[in-house]
């Protein structure tokens, strides 16, 4: 079974940090290509960030780039999203997402929340 | 960039059967992969078409997506609709960059 568990979200103030993580099983993470979405209150789905199986060419929204960085660490089945600078637009629920494969659709985590305010 | 666009709402009775329509703004709706999401009220999205119309397994056959190259559109289509499939849908297609989201539709089992 896919297991997708998001953990590092909480509450931060306006400019400061958070690192997300997102630890997968059940299936080989390596192989996948891996996205962040978030989804602010009462709102609908944006697109984030993602990055290649091997690690190279992560690709950003607008709305993030230059202030969060996506890695991951296929030794230990892992994902991050490291977030600088933050705003209070950035408040939402983040999930991360294994995307499609041979023969099998994204897989979504739970989501972890992300509350910006001073 | 282009934009995907949803219904804001559809409403049907249980039973019956619905369409929720997703219209690519530009470029070809077959140029890249169509996916919908399910997220009832509380809950994380799922995937419930993937590829345009491929169903993740457990899944029920009762979704199925379709794309219109001449409407430029992308379709789920839920039969036999059932109470606990009242919940908001997303579209989904991938760009150059990323992943494009459109707005999502309430669907609401009357």
């Known amino acids: 079974e896919v297991q997708l568990l998001e953990s590092g979200g909480g509450l931060a103030q306006p400019g400061g940090s958070l690192r997300l993580s997102c630890t997968a099983s059940g299936f080989t993470f390596s192989s996948y290509a891996m996205t962040w979405v978030r989804q602010a209150p009462g709102k609908g789905l944006d697109w984030v960030s993602s990055?290649?199986?091997?690690?190279?060419?992560?690709s950003y929204a607008d709305s993030v780039k230059g202030r969060f960085t996506i890695s991951r660490d296929n030794s230990r089945n892992t994902l991050y999203l490291q977030m600088n600078s933050l705003r209070v637009e950035d408040t939402a629920v983040y999930y991360c997402i294994r995307s499609s494969g041979a023969a099998v659709g994204p897989a979504w985590g739970q989501g972890i929340l992300v509350s910006v305010s001073s | 960039n282009f934009m995907m666009t949803q219904p804001h709402s559809v409403s049907e009775s249980p039973g019956k059967t619905v369409i929720i329509s997703c219209t690519r703004s530009s470029g070809s709706v077959a140029s890249n992969y169509v996916q919908w999401y399910q997220q009832r009220p509380g809950s994380a999205p799922s995937t419930v078409i993937y590829?345009?119309?491929?169903?993740p397994s457990g899944v029920p056959d009762r979704f199925s997506g379709s794309i219109d190259i001449s409407s430029n559109s992308a379709s789920l289509t839920i039969s036999g609709l059932k109470p606990e499939d009242e919940a908001d849908y997303y579209c989904?297609?991938?760009?150059?960059?990323?992943?494009?989201f459109g707005g999502g539709t309430k669907l609401t089992v009357l």
């Open positions: 989904q297609a991938y760009d150059s960059s990323g992943w494009v």
């Open positions: 990055i290649s199986p091997s690690g190279v060419s992560p």
């Open positions: 590829e345009d119309n491929q169903r």
